[in-house]
């Protein structure tokens, strides 16, 4: 989980166990991608033996992880009978935890969203949240056979653990990312979960479900109550040592700017962040920017005057984000309205010169995220769908 770094445990070294593991989310993967494969196809494409796949296809049936379609027709021998993925195979769900509301989703073996919910809160602890969240697992639990239900995965906002940036100012959780708090979550479902980073769910979900479909690298910035960036590196997210890898909400951009909370001054996250725009309106910065109809005229001067701040701001950290990480794009998405986002992509325009300047890019260096509202609570649930799917799983998610 988050707060504990990576182990210092030898990658190289095996055992059987972890092998026949790793194979099934090899042919899982292989079918997920392909759409439709054969024992055929598989052997072919893996590299596995044919009595491996064998075995793990006849273990996957048995679970209900694949679907069996009616046999090709051949001249001679045994048809070939094609597998899919069974969407009833296997369910997560996700949690987005936000400051002032918790979006709960389920989704299938296939990534589909088979079921919503949207409670209100005001920034619970774990405590207060948990007899939310069990109610939210039960009524999900109940529209699924509970054996096929695979974890749960939670996303809220971060840096988690960090000594004087974790539990400060209304853009933080505190209370949330203890081992402690997800054991018992854990003890009371008898269910795995997992803990992400708001940016980082988000990553996932629009490489999934938006428009970073198909891309290897890229950066999601995350403009929640607060603000943080999803890296989406060599294919694979990247979440740091400590899982606060893209956090780049205290990068001063502003020498001797705005007092921040986590006591210093010009941090990135004064300037591009919900709480930035809701004191750019008048409105206190724990207040829930929901409760605002920004399309009414008596904000526009205040949307302005945040947009005049939060721009040369977001142009300083996608230079930083460029030169750092050659991104084929960068994405920007979260809890603002897509009109308020698409102003502050426009207005970034001209971006600094950076690495990125480049003639032969296929997309543009700065666009808007398209995966919707549901975007980290898909990501959260589908890190669980795989860790069960995902040979690479270790890199998607570190458990
Ligand atoms: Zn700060």
Redesign the pocket.
Known sequence: MQTSSKSNKPTTGTNLEHARLHNRRVVLEAIRQAGRLTRADLTRLTSLTAQTISNIVAELLSESKLSVHAPEKTARGQPPIPLSINPDGGFSIGFHVEQHQIVAVLLDLKGVTRGRRVHAVSYPTFAEALPLLLKCIEWFRRKVSAERLLGIGIALPGPFGVAG?SAVGPTSMPGWDDEQSLALLRERTGLPVLMENDATAAAMGERLYGVAGGLRDFAYLFVGHGLGSGLYLDNRLYSGHWRNAGEI??VIVVPNGKT?????RG?L??YVSGASLLEHLGVGADQNLSDLDLTDNQHAAGIERWLAEAVPALRHAINVLESLLDPETMLVGGMLSNDILARLIDQSFPLYPSVSGREDRAHARLQLGTAGPDCVALGAAALVVLAELSPDYQALLKA
Do not use: L, P, T
């Open positions: 940036m909400g205290h921040c909370y986590c006591g210093k941090c996250e004064r």
